[in-house]
């Protein structure tokens, strides 16, 4: 039984550009969340997706976006990216009507 | 609003005890507890629901004090494998998990 996966583990951009990433959830999971956690700190929410609908929204600028397929996989994308933005992101899934999360490994985003 | 955790590290020898405290200025409906190991993803410890029970996991348990909207985590007879980075995750009642700063624990031989 697959856990939560990420795609891709590292990635390096340059400032201004834009990043996709991708995860599939936990199996029998229809709920997606994505978390910031910059280096040395604790998992920041950006936002929450259910029923392809984004559900809830943490303090994070219009810059993020996402996106939840009907499979239930779901996409962050980052515009403009700026150095700021380098961090580790983690996604994670979990069943409806409950808020335990199961992590995927995350996707480590380094801005230049 | 993001959970206060403390301590923010604590050093420990084998065998020693320790615990690690959690609060909240809102009402919660559940605390999460995760544990991080450096260069991995966060894991599921346990949760509490309100309602003041106590939980364990092998040697680590916590508690949940709904009055004060507090948890505090255990860890009893400490080994090797208890090192690592110890995050609350707290829930007002909307499936979304606010986590702490967390706190570091390094259990030494």
């Known amino acids: 039984d697959a856990g939560v996966t990420q795609s891709p583990t590292h990635l390096i951009k340059t400032r201004g550009q834009q990043v996709t990433l991708r995860c599939s959830p936990k199996?029998?999971?229809?709920?997606v969340s994505w978390y910031q956690q910059a280096l040395g700190q604790g998992p920041q929410f950006i936002f929450q997706y259910y029923e392809e609908e984004e559900r809830q929204r943490g303090n994070f600028p219009d810059r993020f976006s996402g996106h939840q397929f009907p499979n239930y996989s779901s996409e962050l994308n980052v515009n403009a990216l700026l150095l700021g933005d380098s961090a580790l992101y983690l996604c994670a899934s979990s069943p409806a009507g409950t808020a335990r999360l199961d992590f995927g490994e995350g996707s480590r985003l380094t801005v230049l | 609003q993001q959970p206060v955790q403390s301590p923010q590290a604590v050093i420990l020898r084998e065998g020693e005890d320790a615990v690690i405290n959690c609060s909240s200025s809102?009402?919660?409906?559940?605390v999460h507890w995760y544990r991080q190991k450096h260069g991995e993803a966060p894991v599921f410890l346990m949760i509490?629901?309100?309602?003041?029970e106590q939980k364990g996991h092998d040697k680590i348990s916590a508690s949940f004090n709904e009055k004060k909207q507090q948890s505090s985590l255990y860890l009893t007879a400490s080994q090797l494998s208890y090192s690592g980075t110890y995050f609350c995750?707290?829930?007002?009642?909307?499936?979304?998990?606010?986590f702490g700063a967390g706190t570091t624990v390094t259990v030494r031989a």
């Open positions: 809102k009402a919660l409906y559940s």
């Open positions: 199996s029998g999971h229809d709920t």
């Open positions: 509490l629901l309100k309602g003041g």
């Open positions: 995750g707290t829930e007002i009642g909307d499936y979304k998990l606010s």
